[in-house]
């Protein structure tokens, strides 16, 4: 199972969903309005900014070009707020296998188990504890 919390209210999505609402708010916009700017439905979104519903990238891309924000800030963003809440720009799970080590080495412990997740060939020469 991967250490990431993915679940759309509690894990990461939830900080990307907090820093929508936070622009938003900056922008002084309205649901209706940033929804006919971004041509995402209204329920769609104020779901997707309220965590109820995971973000995709089109919905992301799209909401972010409406609050003329960079989707690669924002996502910047998130990760220091997710880093302030749980010490893990990766939304990491107290009780996980990835405590304690330098964000470098989560993100490839990680990267491993996703992929083991995922039953994505790995190359016996890449990793070599698999020999």
């Not at 989707?71 to 405590?99: C, F, Q, W």
């Not at 964000?103 to 990793?127: C, G, H, S, T, Y």
Request: a negative charge; charged letters at 30%.
């Amino acid at each position: 199972m991967s250490p990431i919390d993915k679940g759309p209210k509690t894990g990461f999505n939830s900080y990307v969903a907090a820093e929508l609402r936070a622009e938003r708010s900056a922008k002084k916009m309205t649901y209706d309005q940033l929804a006919a700017r971004s041509g995402v439905n209204r329920r769609t979104m104020a779901r997707l900014l309220q965590a109820q519903r995971g973000i995709d990238t089109a919905h992301l891309a799209s909401l972010c070009e409406a609050l003329d924000v960079d989707v690669a800030s924002l996502i910047e963003r998130a990760e220091t707020r997710a880093k302030d809440a749980t010490g893990s720009i990766y939304g990491v799970a107290p009780d996980s296998n990835v405590i304690g080590l330098s964000d470098r080495e989560a993100e490839e412990q990680i990267n491993w188990d996703q992929a083991a997740a995922f039953d994505v060939p790995l190359e016996k020469d890449i990793r070599p504890d698999l020999q």
